[in-house]
């Protein structure tokens, strides 16, 4: 049975399908939760700044 680890605990998890995980890639609403609030406060954030396209698809 492949197994996979909660991204926030790192708690191991035996899946058949990632359909049995509902909470996937967490291992529970909690750890969820938690790292979507990390988010929200901007405790995560992105290193590299976002690439605007600049070219239009009509211009050729």
Excluded at 34 to 40: A, P, S
Aim: hydrophobic share 30%; charged share 35%.
């Amino acid at each position: 049975m492949p197994k996979i680890k909660c991204s926030y605990c790192k708690k191991e998890m035996e899946y058949n399908d990632l359909k049995d995980i509902p909470t996937f890639p967490f291992c529970s609403k909690k750890c969820k939760l938690i790292d979507l609030g990390h988010w929200l406060n901007e405790d995560y954030k992105m290193e590299v700044p976002a690439k605007l396209e600049t070219e239009s698809f009509y211009d050729d």
